[in-house]
């Protein structure tokens, strides 16, 4: 791979064709982004295959080599979940020699959950008063929309022809599954194999056009644990002063994680340490249960790895051990345990969409968020990559999510002019 050196000042009427094409097509962009609400893809979705089929044709008009790249049957159905499960890779191909950027988010979203709390149908993608409503609108469907039409950009304009390196478009599936194995057969499968054995480039850079809000690259990633600790207890009738209680230990734990240290970073503030679940039945309300699980997220801030907060949880429990004679747990299940991620705010590619965002007139700067989602398998690999979208975070997973048609527009134009600056050729 070919380490991706911005090229210089993309030449002005390459990037004024950019802009304007993209502008012009404002309504059209829109209509799109509604369109894509409209194909229903909710997590666990079993057929991506309108969606896909839908991106694929749009990328293909324009021009690109495009495949539906799914994981393999066994591997996929070993997780729970039905094959095929397609990813869209799209590439737009340079004329060789220059660096690889990989441009992608997912296809899937989540339910809408209580629709009476919903303006509007969460999926007829409604469009007034200049935004597009729905499921999806910025988490991430905005970023497919953006993808194809930095493409067609690219083609229309000249800005194809002007790449030495390529640019690929990946639509994957299921990143809303919240455990890393529900995850894999989409951006991991083609982080670890899929790419490479069907013919594709593995990236030099990576965006990950998830809702950062135009004014923000994110760069800086807090690394996550998602873990359940089965508290043992034994069960006997309540109204005796047998057995033990496994609710009243696991509140024990509970009060005694709370307890543990958390660091601190510039961008990101505290780590965050929180009890997401707390399960526990007797058989019937006459008895004490047996078993409370207790399921924890913590988020971890860099330089800071995950083996020190791991350790303090295991040093948590072995204080409660060695003071309680009734306290114990079972085999401890770790769910997620994903390493904190820094990049180098002079990497070309933050320089490059610091640059290209300034040319549609929007001032963003280098930031955090809070994990690395859809790069975890790139940024493991050493490949640089940061989150970049439009949209805001506290829209996402929510009644009445929405997106402005116009930083739709913009950020079509900002990946396509991101593109250029770290793909094309410098100008004569």
Same mark, same amino acid.
């Given at each position: 791979?070919?380490?991706?050196?911005?090229?210089?000042?993309?030449?002005?009427?390459?990037?004024?064709?950019?802009?304007?094409?993209?502008?012009?097509?404002?309504?059209?962009?829109?209509?799109?982004?509604?369109?894509?609400?409209?194909?229903?893809?909710?997590?666990?979705?079993?057929?991506?295959?309108?969606?896909?089929?839908?991106?694929?044709?749009?990328?293909?008009?324009?021009?690109?080599?495009?495949?539906?790249?799914?994981?393999?049957?066994?591997?996929?159905?070993?997780?729970?979940?039905?094959?095929?499960?397609?990813?869209?890779?799209?590439?737009?191909?340079?004329?060789?020699?220059?660096?690889?950027?990989?441009?992608?988010?997912?296809?899937?979203?989540?339910?809408?959950?209580?629709?009476?709390?919903?303006?509007?149908?969460?999926?007829?993608?409604?469009?007034?008063?200049?935004?597009?409503?729905?499921?999806?609108?910025?988490?991430?469907?905005?970023?497919?929309?953006?993808?194809?039409?930095?493409?067609?950009?690219?083609? !229309?304009?000249?800005? #194809? +022809? %002007?790449?030495? &390196?390529?640019?690929?478009? @990946?639509?994957? =599936?299921?990143? /809303?599954? *919240?455990?890393?194995?529900?995850?894999?057969?989409?951006?991991?499968?083609?982080?670890?194999?899929?790419?490479?054995?069907?013919?594709?480039?593995?990236?030099?850079?990576?965006?990950?056009?998830?809702?950062?809000?135009?004014?923000?690259?994110?760069?800086?990633?807090?690394?996550?644990?998602?873990?359940?600790?089965?508290?043992?207890?034994?069960?006997?009738?309540?109204?005796?002063?047998?057995?033990?209680?496994?609710?009243?230990?696991?509140?024990?734990?509970?009060?005694?994680?709370?307890?543990?240290?958390?660091?601190?970073?510039?961008?990101?503030?505290?780590?965050?340490?929180?009890?997401? !679940?707390?399960?526990? #039945? +007797? %058989?019937?309300? &006459?008895?004490?249960?047996? @078993?409370?699980? =207790?399921?924890? /997220?913590? *988020?971890?801030?860099?330089?800071?790895?995950?083996?020190?907060?791991?350790?303090?949880?295991?040093?948590?429990?072995?204080?409660?051990?060695?003071?309680?004679?009734?306290?114990?747990?079972?085999?401890?299940?770790?769910?997620?345990?994903?390493?904190?991620?820094?990049?180098?705010?002079?990497?070309?590619?933050?320089?490059?969409?610091?640059?290209?965002?300034?040319?549609?007139?929007?001032?963003?700067?280098?930031?955090?968020?809070?994990?690395?989602?859809?790069?975890?398998?790139?940024?493991?690999?050493?490949?640089?990559?940061?989150?970049?979208?439009?949209?805001?975070?506290?829209?996402?997973?929510?009644?009445?999510?929405?997106?402005?048609?116009?930083?739709?527009?913009?950020?079509?134009?900002?990946?396509?002019?991101?593109?250029?600056?770290?793909?094309?050729?410098?100008?004569?």
């Amino acid at each position: 791979m070919s380490a991706p050196q911005a090229s210089g000042p993309i030449e002005p009427a390459l990037a004024e064709g950019v802009i304007s094409y993209i502008a012009d097509r404002r309504d059209e962009i829109a209509a799109f982004l509604s369109e894509l609400i409209r194909i229903r893809s909710v997590f666990p979705s079993d057929d991506y295959a309108p969606l896909a089929r839908r991106l694929s044709g749009a990328f293909a008009r324009a021009g690109l080599r495009v495949e539906l790249v799914s994981a393999p049957k066994e591997e996929i159905e070993a997780r729970g979940l039905r094959h095929p499960r397609p990813n869209v890779v799209a590439a737009l191909e340079g004329t060789g020699g220059g660096p690889v950027l990989l441009i992608g988010t997912h296809m899937d979203v989540v339910g809408a959950g209580d629709e009476a709390a919903w303006q509007d149908d969460p999926f007829a993608g409604t469009i007034a008063n200049g935004h597009v409503r729905g499921r999806g609108a910025c988490d991430a469907k905005n970023t497919l929309a953006a993808q194809v039409f930095a493409a067609r950009a690219l083609a !229309a304009t000249g800005g #194809a +022809a %002007a790449l030495r &390196g390529t640019v690929l478009f @990946v639509g994957s =599936v299921d990143d /809303e599954g *919240r455990f890393d194995r529900l995850k894999w057969p989409g951006m991991t499968y083609l982080a670890e194999r899929g790419l490479t054995e069907h013919g594709f480039p593995m990236p030099d850079a990576v965006i990950n056009g998830e809702a950062s809000g135009l004014g923000s690259v994110c760069g800086s990633f807090k690394g996550r644990v998602i873990m359940e600790i089965p508290v043992v207890g034994e069960t006997a009738h309540a109204a005796t002063p047998y057995g033990v209680n496994a609710i009243d230990k696991a509140m024990l734990l509970v009060d005694a994680l709370k307890r543990i240290e958390l660091k601190s970073h510039p961008l990101h503030g505290d780590e965050t340490l929180n009890i997401c !679940a707390m399960n526990a #039945a +007797a %058989a019937s309300y &006459g008895d004490i249960p047996p @078993v409370c699980r =207790v399921g924890v /997220e913590i *988020r971890v801030v860099p330089p800071y790895r995950t083996d020190r907060i791991l350790a303090e949880v295991s040093r948590t429990i072995g204080e409660l051990t060695a003071a309680d004679s009734a306290f114990r747990v079972g085999d401890v299940t770790v769910f997620s345990n994903r390493q904190p991620v820094e990049i180098d705010p002079s990497n070309p590619l933050i320089v490059a969409l610091l640059e290209s965002a300034a040319l549609v007139g929007v001032e963003a700067r280098y930031t955090g968020i809070l994990g690395t989602g859809e790069l975890q398998a790139f940024v493991e690999r050493g490949i640089p990559g940061v989150t970049y979208g439009a949209g805001s975070i506290d829209r996402v997973h929510r009644p009445n999510e929405y997106l402005e048609i116009d930083d739709l527009v913009r950020q079509a134009q900002i990946y396509a002019l991101t593109a250029l600056a770290l793909c094309a050729a410098p100008p004569v």
